[in-house]
């Protein structure tokens, strides 16, 4: 399918190294904060997400981090491995007005074998 | 179980012309939203319907409308197409109203010539 990595942040690693991937955000209201993984020709997939009164999260083989002082969001993911490499966008979410999702950038990870 | 599926999976239209796309959501799921994800970029909000009423839109013209059946199926229909629609035109949908556990279908990718 067509890449929807073109343009991205690409952060390349080898097969079992930790990857952390970063992402800042600028809404202050936002209280819910998710990680997407989108392959290509596929819609994103959620992987693991933190409330806003918490700073750390941990699933299997990834934790989440999240700083509010300096609105700043970060995936860790263990022992990276080749199915890992996708495109990663983290997601906010501000239920002040409308509860909507709000995406970043993106960040396309590529884990050589 | 079927996740999120989306129809067609790729469409080429020319400009000026009108297209809808479909998407019927999770069984059980209440909830669709509709966002566009233009290439290298993360997607972008565009409208959310829950139980047949539009409870959300994003910073889109009045060229894009929506609408939810009965069944919780949703329509997108675009109007007046410009070269700048082409992007891939995903549905997501939740079990309750808010932006919360939101499931991806794969997308329909728009190309206008």
């Known amino acids: 399918g067509e890449s929807v990595g073109l343009h991205l942040p690409t952060l390349s690693v080898q097969e079992g190294d930790n990857s952390i991937i970063n992402c800042a955000y600028s809404?202050?209201?936002?209280?819910?904060f998710i990680w997407y993984k989108q392959e290509s020709g596929k819609g994103p997939q959620f992987i693991i997400d933190?409330?806003?009164?918490?700073d750390k999260r941990q699933g299997q083989r990834v934790t989440v981090l999240l700083n509010k002082t300096v609105k700043h969001l970060s995936l860790q993911i263990a022992a990276t491995q080749p199915g890992d490499s996708a495109v990663y966008f983290c997601a906010e979410i501000d239920n002040s007005g409308y509860s909507t999702l709000t995406f970043g950038k993106g960040t396309m990870l590529l884990v050589s074998p | 179980d079927a996740g999120v599926t989306q129809s067609p999976t790729h469409l080429i239209k020319t400009r000026g012309q009108q297209v809808t796309l479909r998407c019927s959501p999770i069984s059980g799921h209440k909830s669709v939203s509709w966002y566009q994800q233009v290439l290298g970029q993360g997607p972008q909000f565009i409208f959310q319907y829950y139980e047949k009423e539009e409870r959300g839109r994003g910073n889109f013209p009045d060229r894009f409308s929506a609408r939810q059946f009965p069944n919780y199926s949703s329509e997108l229909n675009v109007n007046a197409l410009l070269l700048g629609d082409s992007a891939l035109y995903l549905c997501a949908s939740s079990f309750g109203r808010g932006a919360y556990e939101q499931y991806f279908g794969p997308g329909t990718r728009l190309t206008v010539t």
């Open positions: 809404n202050s209201a936002s209280d819910y």
């Open positions: 933190i409330r806003s009164n918490m």
